[in-house]
């Protein structure tokens, strides 16, 4: 046997022996025939791997079929994992534990990068120039996603609520184009729509804060990761391939995100090389005190349910103990 797959073994031997009841399913479990997972633009990595080919690769001799489905928002990714169209899905972090805190029975066990995914934005010529200048001003964006919780945090910093101001719900790309058509008078954008907004048409940021932009979470259903330990072993290791191609080719991976989002090279490079950090897709206790620092927010705008123990949702959905046999080191 080669030494490649040994180690292979071993490391999904080693994450199944940390849950016994998973080991127990994997053993009754019968070939997979359809792996189901998304790709997204917020999400470079989930592209070259799609591009590539790796997890086709990886379960050619299981027999096992990928299916890819277009994420255009953590919304639509959650909602997917949800209604049991996908098995593994990427989304922003605190939207997944909104979902999850609202019974979507999902687990993180990786992070696909740390963004600079979202601000404020306006066009080129408005007047307004911080955020308690939104007040009664309309605002498009993405409900279930980080940019609309980005837009209900921004706010409280500012004083405001949620109903200082005029929200419109609208998908990331349909936002871009109300703001530039003057329809809202700022967005809470997402990239690479929102670079493309930037360079393309002058829209200015008005607000930004790093710490306000939640993880990129690699989700499972928690009925498929508990089922299948070895199959999502699978595809962090292929994640990992890809983490670790984009890191060592920048460049080319802008490549591939401008021809799949139809954006320019340059806008690519934007949310590549200067808003996307690739460098610690361990979930840890560090992914779980933002979460602890961002969550307040979706209690005191009661976006979740009453009663909701939103600690036990962060436990639940932060699995830092799975991934660790599959992550790479360096």
């Known amino acids: ?90 989304s922003a972090g605190l939207a997944a534990l909104l979902a999850r805190a609202n019974g979507n029975p999902i687990r993180a066990p990786y992070i696909f990068s740390r963004p600079e995914w979202t601000a404020l934005v306006v066009r080129k010529d408005s007047p307004i120039r911080s955020i308690a200048d939104l007040k009664g001003k309309k605002v498009a964006a993405t409900k279930g996603t980080d940019p ?64 306000f932009n939640t993880y990129g979470f690699l989700n499972v259903r928690e009925d498929f990761l508990a089922a299948r330990p070895a199959e999502t072993g699978k595809v962090i290791q292929a994640y990992e391939r890809a983490r670790a191609w984009v890191r060592a080719n920048p460049s080319e991976a802008a490549k591939i995100l401008a021809e799949e989002a139809k954006v320019s090279l340059p806008v690519a490079l934007l949310q590549i090389k200067l808003r996307s950090d690739f460098g610690n897709p361990q979930p840890s206790s560090e992914h779980v005190k933002a979460l602890q620092a961002a969550a307040p927010i979706l209690v005191d705008e009661a976006l979740v349910k009453p009663g909701a123990d939103i600690n036990r949702a962060i436990a639940d959905l932060v699995d830092t103990r799975f991934a660790v046999p599959f992550i790479s080191k360096g």
């Open 1 to 90: 046997m080669k030494r490649r797959t040994v180690l292979k073994l071993a490391a999904a031997g080693a994450a199944v022996a940390a849950f016994p009841a998973l080991a127990r399913a994997a053993q009754a479990a019968t070939p997979l025939k359809e792996l189901r997972l998304d790709y997204a633009y917020y999400s470079p990595t989930s592209l070259v791997l799609r591009r590539f080919g790796w997890l086709e690769e990886a379960f050619k001799a299981d027999g096992t079929s990928i299916k890819w489905v277009l994420s255009a928002g953590s919304n639509r990714a959650l909602e997917y994992l949800n209604a049991n169209s996908i098995d593994i899905g990427s």
């Open 148 to 211: 609309y919780l980005f837009l209900l945090r921004a706010l409280k910093t500012a004083g405001l609520k949620r109903s200082d101001i005029e929200h419109v719900s609208l998908q990331h790309a349909d936002g871009r184009a109300a703001l530039e058509q003057g329809k809202v008078d700022a967005w809470a954008g997402l990239d690479p729509h929102m670079a493309a907004s930037e360079l393309e048409s002058g829209s200015r940021l008005i607000y930004r804060n790093v710490a």
